[in-house]
Every structure is written in structure tokens, then in C-alpha cells.
């Protein structure tokens, strides 16, 4: 199980910091990215972690201003959102790949989904 938070209202470069607990079974050998879906659109890739956290990916949307990050003794990961812009107003998810696997900026790579969380930024 997957539980994503931190999500809120802020105006155009604010920051916020995303959370996603994981419980349920063991996380830590598990790929975790972030995906968002704002309304009428797909869901698209934002940023994934590696299972050690040595490699991290970004969407060209968000490089510079976001950054992954996950704590494996706290089974959680993090989505550092800096410089925020309308554009990034979304439902963000926080999902998880199977057991050893690589990160994948699909979402076809995750098996386990958390339940979402809005961010909404105004100009």
C-alpha cells in the first residue's frame, strides 16, 4: 500500500514536498517513480528513483526543479517540488515497480499505485 501526501495550494514559485509511505510488503528492492495526471489529460512520468537511490530520471518538464529522493529505513519517497508553475497542477501519484526491477518513466513499470494527491498552483 501505497500512501502519497504533502499535496496543497500554492502560488507559482512556492515549493512543496510530497511524501509517499509505503507499507504492506517490502519497498526498498522496489524501483519508485512519480507520475501526475492534471484534469483531461493523461497520466505522464515526473521522476523516478532507483531501488538504492544511486539513479534518478526527471521528465524535461520538471528537470531542475523537482527532485526524488527516497529514506529505504522509513520505506518512503519524496518529490521535492521547487519554482512550482501552474502547468505542474495535477493529482500527483506515487507508484512502485515490482521487486528488482529498473526504474521506468512508463507507467506499464509500476505495479503498485498510491491513492494520489493535488497539487494546485496559481498565478
Known amino acids: 500500500q501505497l500512501q502519497a501526501s504533502g499535496g496543497g495550494s500554492v502560488q507559482t514559485g512556492g515549493s512543496l514536498r510530497l511524501s509517499c509511505a509505503a507499507s504492506g510488503r517490502d519497498f526498498t528492492s522496489s524501483p519508485m517513480g512519480w507520475f501526475r495526471q492534471a484534469p483531461g489529460k493523461d497520466r505522464e512520468f515526473v521522476a523516478a528513483?532507483?531501488?538504492?537511490?544511486?539513479?534518478?530520471y526527471y521528465a524535461d518538464s520538471v528537470k531542475g526543479r523537482f527532485t526524488i529522493s527516497r529514506d529505504n529505513t522509513k520505506n518512503t519517497v519524496y518529490l521535492q517540488m521547487i519554482n512550482l508553475q501552474p502547468e505542474d497542477t495535477a493529482v500527483y501519484y506515487c507508484?512502485?515497480?515490482?521487486?528488482?526491477?529498473?526504474?521506468?518513466?512508463?507507467?506499464?513499470?509500476?505495479?503498485?499505485w498510491g491513492q494520489g494527491t493535488l497539487v494546485t498552483v496559481s498565478s
Open positions: 507508484a512502485a515497480g515490482p521487486r528488482y526491477y529498473g526504474a521506468s518513466t512508463s507507467p506499464r513499470g509500476y505495479s503498485d
Open positions: 528513483i532507483s531501488r538504492i537511490g544511486s539513479s534518478s
